[in-house]
């Protein structure tokens, strides 16, 4: 689709309650802090899935 925007990969789980660790893609990571729906797209490009950011941390280079 080219519709979307890549701003970063989801690159392990965290916690248990369904976090994960996101390497960001953007100069800003505020801009996770301001989104609330997501699609989320395999690495081959194939399958998507919407999501939903119900909250969003920076710790270091990455977000939680």
Known sequence: RS???ALGV???PH???GEASV???TESASRFEELSAVTLVSPD???T???TIESAVSIRA???
């Open 10 to 12: 989801i690159r392990k």
């Open 3 to 5: 519709d979307l925007i």
């Open 49 to 51: 899935l919407e999501a």
């Open 23 to 25: 390497e960001p893609w």
């Open 45 to 47: 490009g194939d399958q």
């Open 15 to 17: 916690g248990l309650r």
């Open 62 to 64: 990455a977000l939680w």
